[in-house]
């Protein structure tokens, strides 16, 4: 609007006339103006967003997000007056994914936040798709806990593959005996049951 009115001042004929000459340069004068706008690189808006994120900027941090993630875009204390640095950068189609360190100034058990920032390609302009950065942020604090886990569950395994053969061994000795107390229920059964003793008739007078 504001480019319009500027433009307005200066070709009066395309206002007044409606000249094709006037409408002509017009177009291509709003043309060069817009495409004088940076389009900025996917490391650009990851370095601004996270800045605007550790600045408590949210209004500024949700223009670097992507509509659908921009309610997600929320103050995190633990972010406050954190340095941001980029690294390699993942170019696939309309999906980037930028290499992101984070130095937290806050006291924490890990300073160092070290994970891929995702970006999608929104009406031709980079922007953070929060929901999945988040989800590469969600597991650093527990990554030594995934570790943990993940040794244990290895030493169980370990464990089951040595007891798997005592196991069946047992499984084979209780099946035999089974099959001896079923054999010896059965020929309890098949025996003949000893005749009944007859009693003896008195004789009544």
Avoid at 51 to 63: I, W
Wanted: proline share 5%.
């Amino acid at each position: 609007m504001t480019t319009t009115k500027a433009l307005s001042k200066v070709l009066p004929c395309y206002h007044s006339k409606k000249s094709p000459v006037g409408l002509t340069v017009f177009l291509s004068l709003l043309l060069l103006l817009s495409g004088c706008q940076a389009v900025l690189s996917p490391e650009q808006v990851t370095t601004a967003f996270w800045q605007a994120m550790a600045e408590g900027n949210l209004d500024s941090a949700s223009e670097y997000a992507t509509q659908e993630t921009q309610h997600l875009v929320t103050k995190q204390q633990n972010l406050e007056d954190a340095t941001v640095k980029t690294g390699a950068i993942l170019i696939d189609g309309s999906k980037a994914t930028v290499a992101t360190i984070m130095t937290l100034k806050k006291p924490v058990s890990n300073n160092v936040w070290s994970f891929d920032t995702v970006l999608l390609k929104e009406h031709e302009l980079w922007k953070v798709d929060y929901q999945r950065t988040l989800n590469n942020l969600s597991i650093l604090p527990f990554g030594d806990i995934f570790k943990s886990l993940q040794a244990i569950g290895e030493t169980i395994n370990k464990g089951l593959e040595q007891q798997i053969p005592l196991f069946e061994k047992q499984i084979k000795s209780f099946n035999d005996e089974l099959i001896r107390q079923l054999d010896e229920f059965r020929r309890q059964l098949e025996k003949p049951a000893p005749p009944e003793k007859q009693q003896p008739h008195s004789n009544t007078l």
